[in-house]
């Protein structure tokens, strides 16, 4: 039997990163046996869905490379020039429903109930298999005993979550159920409605839910609970994939840093945890940042560049060679693609933007005369490497009878306006002898 998963997110607005663990899960599930994916959007709630909030699903989706199987063919010329289908809509299965209720009208298995369609729910206990939480046994509440039974059909005709959920599976042939543990408490009533189709039900695999680092539920106000935090937040797709795997699952060994093919050949189910999961953004930093630093050369200088872009950072009239220089000081420093900028934005400045923090420690009056004299020892160098650089420092150091530290500092803010960035002397390199010396004299100015 080839493997069938499905996610059917509910478009409220944003992809919650719980969804997006989820429809990673089961994306990866499909792509691991060879099985299909399939993408269903359930949006029979009038009032709370939108094409716009359905957009922010999928763009999200794609921004992961989560890319779906199957679908409909809507005419969408966006969706055609991209190469995939649509996914399916709820909204428009209304017929399949339909005849889906008559089905269990005719069957005495439902009722009409005061304008609304109720179905007959077993008084017995019922045991859910499950591939992540074994055997779950769910007894009737105190609540439930009088009347066990519930709506599928609400009076103003709408199919509520519980029937289109189970009628979609059925029709979709979906073998697997890889859903958050959160959907747990409804699987009893999905059981039950499988078994009044006479079909049997698909394996179910609750997957542990995302808390806060506290311990604490994570909402949608939470830091990291939106996906559009990441998706303009400086962070690669394949970064967060490899986090969100590690979120509820993990390898037979203690690997954490994984592309996405390696997690499709490690992936399964038996891999899926029990405990909850704890969100901590300290390690998807640095995921991100070992995701950042093992990309190709062409990869990194096309993101990079696309950052400085979008910051105003003019570098289309710069020497090519200078441009590659300047980004290879940066490929395996920077934690965040948005941090290019204030990291090697210097680079592409005219004139120095310099932190009044970092002038007031470094551009001070006593040290003037000491980067004056560093300005004359540069000014006369023949060679202008790193090696060459630092050398000339360390003797104008020893000859004013200073520590290095206080010619570095003053130099460094003086060439970038920061206190932090690259080496020192290979920023210096880069920049070129007339342009150091053209910002030493500026900052001497000031000092």
């Not at 005993?145 to 959920?165: C, M, T, Y």
């Not at 290019?340 to 934005?345: E, R």
């Not at 009044?356 to 020892?377: D, G, I, M, V, Y």
Request: aromatic share 8%.
């Amino acid at each position: 039997m080839s493997v069938r998963v499905r996610f059917a997110p509910s478009p409220t607005g944003y992809l919650h990163i719980g969804g997006a663990r989820t429809a990673l899960f089961n994306w990866l599930y499909a792509r691991h046996t060879g099985g299909t994916f399939v993408l269903r959007v359930e949006d029979t709630d009038d009032a709370r869905n939108s094409r716009e909030a359905v957009d922010v699903i999928l763009d999200g989706l794609r921004w992961l490379g989560l890319d779906w199987d199957e679908g409909p063919v809507s005419g969408d010329a966006m969706q055609e020039s991209r190469g995939d289908r649509g996914p399916y809509f709820q909204s428009q299965r209304g017929e399949i429903y339909q005849r889906r209720i008559r089905e269990l009208l005719d069957k005495n298995l439902a009722y009409e109930h005061e304008g609304a369609v109720k179905f007959r729910m077993t008084r017995e206990p019922v045991t859910i298999p499950d591939l992540v939480a074994g055997d779950v046994v769910r007894k009737l509440t105190d609540r439930e005993e009088a009347d066990p039974d519930f709506v599928i059909v609400r009076s103003d005709g709408k199919s509520v979550f519980h029937l289109v959920n189970v009628v979609d599976d059925i029709e979709m042939g979906i073998t697997h159920v890889i859903r958050g543990e959160d959907h747990l408490s409804n699987t009893s009533k999905h059981v039950e409605l499988f078994k009044a189709f006479g079909v049997a039900a698909p394996k179910f695999a609750h997957i542990p839910l995302i808390l806060n680092n506290d311990g604490s539920k994570m909402s949608k106000r939470d830091t990291g609970a939106s996906m559009t935090a990441y998706m303009e937040g400086g962070y690669l797709p394949s970064a967060v994939v490899n986090y969100l795997s590690l979120l509820g699952w993990s390898p037979k060994d203690d690997t954490e840093v994984m592309p996405t093919a390696e997690l499709i050949d490690r992936f399964d189910l038996p891999g899926v945890q029990r405990a909850n999961a704890r969100f901590d953004m300290a390690k998807l930093d640095w995921l991100n940042f070992e995701h950042i630093r093992v990309l190709p050369a062409a990869n990194f200088k096309s993101r990079a560049l696309g950052q400085l872009q979008a910051t105003g950072i003019a570098i289309a009239n710069r020497d090519p060679a200078y441009t590659d220089a300047a980004l290879a000081l940066c490929t395996d420093k920077i934690k965040n693609l948005n941090d290019v900028a204030s990291y090697i934005g210097f680079f592409f400045r005219d004139e120095v933007e310099i932190d009044p923090e970092a002038a007031a420690q470094a551009l001070t009056p006593e040290n003037k005369p000491h980067l004056a004299s560093l300005r004359e020892a540069y000014a006369g160098l023949d060679k202008f490497d790193g090696e060459t650089l630092q050398e000339a420092l360390k003797a104008t150091a020893t000859a004013r009878e200073v520590k290095n530290k206080v010619l570095v500092m003053p130099a460094r803010v003086a060439c970038t306006g920061s206190k932090v960035g690259p080496s020192l002397y290979d920023l210096m390199e880069v920049l070129g002898q007339a342009e150091v010396l053209k910002r030493f004299d500026a900052a001497l100015v000031t000092m």
